[in-house]
């Protein structure tokens, strides 16, 4: 049961290079997110996906592009790193059809730095 | 921003012991969910209510909701080591979005 799979689990960058976080997921959600989560604060929507071929911006997208491969895979990029884009990352799937319920199934979250 | 306000922000019980936590929110909702976060770890669900619902129960924990008041809250009953974790309240407008609070960090003492 692999459920929610998020490649790296670390990663330092310097300010400026770029990069991929992947996101796979194995349930056959047609909905896919992406969090950050910073100390203090809660989880805060970048990017999502309401269904494949389709994606939209959150509360905090500046800095970030996504893109929905497939049903399966949902990646997110940084094409620029900063700083402020240090956190932990997080994917998440659900598939709100199912009784129009967003429950949300989590990865193991992407530890970014950038230095 | 964030729609849900948890308080407290942390929380230190003794085992056996209840922990309740509380969630605010602002605008209409069409459920309200709480999750869990161990250190180091992704979000895991625990219980969903919905708008029309105003109690919940799922093993030891139990959930309230108001929606005149726009709160939740949580209880966790006879609390153990293992229920040390941070917990959030998410609540669902029925727009394919969550919106998280910042959490409650609780940790049981044995």
């Known amino acids: 049961n692999a459920g929610v799979t998020q490649t790296p689990k670390f990663q330092v960058l310097k300010t400026g290079q770029s990069m991929t976080l992947q996101c796979a997921q194995d349930?056959?959600?047609?909905?896919m997110y992406w969090y950050r989560q910073d100390p203090g604060m809660g989880l805060r929507l970048i990017y999502y996906s309401a269904s494949e071929g389709t994606t939209d911006k959150g509360e905090v997208p500046n800095g970030y592009n996504v893109s929905r491969l497939n049903k399966r895979e949902f990646s997110l990029r940084l094409e620029s790193a900063a700083p402020s884009q240090t956190s932990v990352y997080f994917c998440a799937s659900s598939d709100p059809s199912a009784g129009a319920l967003n429950i949300q199934y989590f990865g193991a979250g992407t530890r970014l730095s950038v230095l | 921003s964030q729609q849900g306000e948890e308080d407290p922000q942390a929380l230190s019980i003794q085992e056996g012991e209840n922990a309740t936590m509380n969630c605010s929110y602002k605008t209409s909702i069409n459920n309200l969910q709480w999750y869990r976060q161990n250190s180091g770890r992704g979000l895991v669900h625990l219980i969903l209510?919905?708008?029309?619902?105003r109690e919940k129960h799922s093993g030891r924990l139990r959930v309230t909701l108001d929606t005149s008041k726009k709160s939740s809250s949580l209880l966790i009953t006879a609390s153990r080591a293992a229920d040390t974790a941070s917990y959030f309240c998410a609540t669902d407008g029925n727009d394919y979005k969550l919106s998280f609070g910042a959490g409650t960090t609780v940790t049981v003492r044995a």
């Open positions: 209510i919905r708008s029309n619902e």
């Open positions: 349930m056959n959600h047609n909905s």
